[in-house]
Structure formats: structure tokens, C-alpha cells
């Protein structure tokens, strides 16, 4: 099992930035990739950013150029940087680990964390 635990939001003025932090229980080499997922109220869940462990990253055409993510090696977490935030990115903010089939004892499923709520005011 791998936990996955998100962290980092709250409530940010439009215009503002906020910095979210996910912390995987599993090894990072075990995990292929980490992926930020957001839920705005009443929609789907869609796909915000990854990272993949070779240092790959894609982002969806609404954050692109406002959101970064990327790995703290000392934390040991991949952060998702958030800037000029809009009242559209609220939502709640979930991270997805992906295992590697080389962790046959993880391999096989993801692993999604609780996530964590943004709320941007206008």
C-alpha cells in the first residue's frame, strides 16, 4: 500500500499564489509518476499536471504558464506552484501516485490522496 497525502491549501485572493505539497508513503524510484488532479464544485475531476520520474512534465491548457510542478528532493514531495490564481481554479486538489512494475508489491493500481481544498476569491 502507498499512502498519499496532499497539503497546502486554503483561501487566496484572485491574483494570489499558493503552493501545494503531495508526500507519497512509496520509494520515488518505485513510482513511474505523480499527478495533480483539482474537482471544482459540481464538475469532473480533471487532470491539472505531471511529473514523470525521468523529469517530464505536461499541464493542462488552463494552467499552463501559470502552474509549475516539480520535485523537493529534501521534503521528499512533488509541489505544484500555483501563480495568478483564478476564482475558476477552485476546486479540491488531489495527487495521484503511479507505481512502476519494477515495485511488483505496489504495481498493478494508483494510489490517490485525500485531497486538499482551493478556494480562490474574486
Known amino acids: 500500500q502507498v499512502q498519499v497525502a496532499e497539503s497546502g491549501g486554503g483561501l487566496v485572493q484572485a491574483g494570489g499564489s499558493l503552493r501545494l505539497s503531495c508526500a507519497a508513503s512509496a520509494d520515488a524510484r518505485c513510482l513511474s509518476a505523480m499527478t495533480w488532479y483539482r474537482q471544482p464544485p459540481g464538475k469532473e475531476r480533471e487532470m491539472v499536471a505531471v511529473?514523470?520520474?525521468?523529469?517530464?512534465?505536461d499541464y493542462a491548457g488552463s494552467v499552463k504558464g501559470r502552474f509549475t510542478v516539480s520535485r523537493d528532493n529534501v521534503k521528499n514531495t512533488v509541489d505544484l506552484q500555483m501563480y495568478s490564481l483564478k476564482p475558476e481554479d477552485t476546486a479540491v486538489y488531489y495527487c495521484?501516485?503511479?507505481?512502476?512494475?519494477?515495485?511488483?508489491?505496489?504495481?498493478?493500481?494508483?494510489?490517490w490522496g485525500k485531497g486538499t481544498l482551493v478556494n480562490v476569491s474574486s
Open positions: 511529473l514523470t520520474s525521468g523529469g517530464s512534465t
Open positions: 495521484k501516485a503511479s507505481p512502476t512494475p519494477y515495485c511488483p508489491s505496489i504495481w498493478g493500481r494508483d494510489y
